[in-house]
């Protein structure tokens, strides 16, 4: 059987045995009525750990973002995005569908905002348009390569929402890199925020789940919208429990998923018609551009699925690969030498 290197997402990451086996034991309960204790658990510690009052569990990472929005916003609201934030992208709409808001999507650099950028577009009172309500940020940057969004300029973006009445949501689905690539701790980002969300199902390695905080009675508005979106579980602590383990066991193993990243961008940037500045990887994703290697993003794809190596096109000319726990530094290694054969 062919051997697959799977780096189309941190998405696909599997459950280990020993995160299964901390599945199985799960004390539960129905946490719809709030009665299941490993939920509770890891509700209570993430919380802590962000430095925030509470925290709801929920399916996905979508959810948790729309749940964000609708908690902050009333119908006819407006909300600064970035132009390529997965909010705008890949989340089908949802808060202007369930939401009734209006998205203003600005062009950032690698999907990084200035504060200047977002007060131009704060929206003066005035009947003919919609109030700006909420700024959304996104830490680490997916579209953007994986960019970790620099404290000084969400610190600027913080002061401007406070002077102006704004409320701050972090898109962190990737927080974890974030902090560990630049050394600061996931609340010294949070305290910046109103709200926070954070995936446990990409590098953090569990097969199923997210999280969003704030204050207390931000999560019980929020609690209402998870079950009007359909996302209140019952014995979920299963669940819960591979979250958990992710927290205590896996947070450590993302520096290595960025030195996997950084190896491949190196050698990437060796190959003719291929472009990338290697410098500009900092966390687990690496999107190059091969405009100038004679294929198109879907070809180069098909050619290193071929070969069981696995990528995803990331636009006409743009190729992603994303690294993660299951990918070990033999096989990069192995991917960069299929990749050296097909088109150095």
Do not use: W
Not at 31 to 55: C, I, W, Y
Not at 303 to 312: A, C, F, P, S, Y
């Amino acid at each position: 059987m062919k051997q697959v290197i799977d780096l189309r997402s941190d998405t696909v990451t599997k459950p280990s045995l020993a995160m299964r086996q901390a599945m199985a034991e799960a004390e539960v309960g129905d946490d719809v009525f709030g009665d299941d204790p490993t939920v509770n658990k890891l509700q209570e510690k993430v919380a802590l750990m962000l430095g925030k009052e509470a925290a709801l569990f929920v399916p996905s990472g979508t959810m948790a973002n729309t749940i964000a929005i609708l908690s902050h916003t009333q119908l006819g609201d407006e909300v600064i995005v970035e132009r390529e934030s997965h909010t705008f992208c890949y989340e089908v709409a949802a808060a202007s569908v369930f939401g009734g808001v209006q998205l203003n999507t600005i062009v950032g650099n690698s999907g990084i905002l200035d504060a200047d950028q977002i007060a131009k577009e704060i929206r003066e009172v005035n009947v003919h348009m919609p109030p700006t309500r909420l700024i959304c940020l996104e830490n680490t940057h997916n579209r953007g390569g994986g960019k970790v969004y620099p404290i000084q300029k969400i610190q600027a973006i913080h002061e401007l929402a406070n002077q102006r009445g704004l409320k701050i949501h972090l898109d962190g689905a990737r927080l974890f890199n974030a902090s560990v690539a630049s050394g600061i701790s996931p609340s010294d980002y949070a305290k910046y925020f109103d709200s926070v969300m954070f995936c446990f199902s990409k590098g953090l390695g569990a097969p199923v789940g997210s999280i969003v905080v704030g204050s207390k009675v931000f999560i019980e508005r929020a609690h209402r919208f998870r079950k009007m979106l359909g996302g209140g579980m019952r014995q979920v602590g299963i669940l819960a429990a591979a979250a958990l383990y992710a927290l205590e066991h896996n947070v450590s193993k993302l520096a290595q998923d960025h030195e996997n990243a950084k190896l491949l961008a190196n050698e990437l940037a060796t190959l003719k018609g291929f472009q990338i500045d290697p410098e500009q990887v900092e966390t687990n994703i690496v999107v190059f551009d091969i405009s100038k290697s004679g294929y198109s993003g879907a070809q180069v794809v098909e050619k290193l699925k071929q070969r069981g190596v696995l990528m995803i096109p990331f636009g006409a000319t743009l190729v992603r690969a994303v690294t993660h726990l299951d990918v070990s530094r033999e096989e990069m290694r192995r991917a960069i030498q299929i990749i050296h054969e097909l088109f150095g």
